[in-house]
T-cell receptor
Framework: QKEVEQNSGPLSVPEGAIASLNCTYSDRGSQSFFWYRQYSGKSPELIMF????GDKEDGRFTAQLNKASQYVSLLIRDSQPSDSATYLCAAEGGADGLTFGKGTHLIIQP | SQTIHQWPATLVQPVGSPLSLECTVEGTSNPNLYWYRQAAGRGLQLLFY??????ISSEVPQNLSASRPQDRQFILSSKKLLLSDSGFYLC???????????FGQGTRLTVV
């Protein structure tokens, strides 16, 4: 059974600070990992993906992957109130699609 | 560019009534298609996926079914809805391999 675990939160971060979101996955065969942002009542939208160990940066977002520890994280620098949302971590598992965590609810306090 | 259309956006149905949700993808051929359900306070649960016309795999036993009558069309159905079928239903597509999934706008289903 493939699983992706996330702390449900809420995670409260002051505006301008760094938000750190984490997840772990159970399937060592997973090759790629994704972070989605989901606003209340809306569908998930892709923020970043990462395939290789290490860091990947895109604007204010940095994804980090450690396959040995089966750990993925997302850092959001200079957090803005518009970053307040639920962040879903997903692991690739083959043709049957992505396995999602339950998401972390992030609140950016102005 | 690729787009995915899902309708309706919201739906209120009585217990025991049938259901049909439709999803279509434009701008790509032979996509992998998925139906997910997101219940309140819970994560995304994979219900069905399809790698080609007429090919449906079910992940969770339930009173729902799926069909793929055309390459870019995916339909979720039920003959008799249960209260527990309420939730946010999401259609998604991928090109396959280690690629991301793209979601439709979702259908908020409330069974009363």
């Amino acid at each position: 059974q493939k699983e992706v675990e996330q702390n449900s939160g809420p995670l409260s971060v002051p505006e301008g600070a760094i938000a750190s979101l984490n997840c772990t996955y159970s399937d060592r065969g997973s090759q790629s990992f994704f972070w989605y942002r989901q606003y209340s009542g809306k569908s998930p939208e892709l923020i970043m993906f990462i395939y290789s160990n290490g860091d990947k940066e895109d604007g204010r977002f940095t994804a980090q992957l450690n396959k040995a520890s089966q750990y993925v994280s997302l850092l959001i620098r200079d957090s803005q109130p518009s970053d307040s949302a639920t962040y879903l971590c997903a692991a690739e598992g083959g043709a049957d699609g992505l396995t999602f965590g339950k998401g972390t609810h992030l609140i950016i306090q102005p | 560019s690729q787009t995915i259309h899902q309708w309706p956006a919201t739906l209120v149905q009585p217990v025991g009534s049938p259901l049909s949700l439709e999803c279509t993808v434009e701008g790509t051929s032979n996509p992998n298609l998925y139906w997910y359900r997101q219940a309140a306070g819970r994560g995304l649960q994979l219900l069905f996926y399809s790698v080609g016309i007429g090919q449906i795999s079910s992940e969770v036993p339930q009173n729902l079914s799926a069909s793929r009558p055309q390459d870019r069309q995916f339909i979720l159905s039920s003959k008799k809805l249960l209260l527990s079928d309420s939730g946010f239903y999401l259609c998604a597509w991928r090109v396959g391999g280690n690629t991301e999934a793209f979601f439709g706008q979702g259908t908020r289903l409330t069974v009363v």
